[in-house]
Nanobody
Framework: QVQLVESGGGLVQAGGSLRLSCTASGRTFSGYSMGWFRQAPGKEREFVAAISWSGGRTRYADSVKGRFTISRDNAKNTVYLQMNSLKPDDTAVYYC????????????????WGQGTQVTVSS
């Protein structure tokens, strides 16, 4: 069983940047893809980005392409989400998750989830 803990969320003005981190404990996540999802109040959880275990493949939602970058450091059991040019619509709780598939884009393809970290972007 892997435990995932997100950090790095907070309040930022529109146009600003944040970097989220997700650190795994227990079994490592080497060999698994990692993904980020987000959920805004009253909305369904949506896919944001994913990265393969080697880091060689990535996938992004259209809404964040060119603004967000996912990366990972397997030696530190950590995956990152660099978020630039933030918009109020990016406000949500951000979750990281682990998958046995290669950069999947749907939540049901992920088997372990973190508790989430709040990101709030003010206008």
């Amino acid at each position: 069983q892997v435990q995932l803990v997100e950090s790095g969320g907070g309040l930022v003005q529109a146009g600003g940047s944040l970097r989220l981190s997700c650190t795994a404990s227990g079994r490592t996540f080497s060999g698994y893809s990692m993904g980020w999802f987000r959920q805004a109040p009253g909305k369904e959880r949506e896919f944001v980005a994913a990265i393969s275990w080697s880091g060689g493949r990535t996938r992004y939602a259209d809404s964040v392409k060119g603004r967000f970058t996912i990366s990972r450091d397997n030696a530190k059991n950590t995956v990152y989400l660099q978020m630039n040019s933030l918009k109020p619509d990016d406000t949500a709780v951000y979750y990281c998750a682990r998958s046995w598939r290669i950069v999947p884009g749907t939540a049901n393809e992920y088997d372990s989830w973190g508790q989430g970290t709040q990101v709030t972007v003010s206008s």
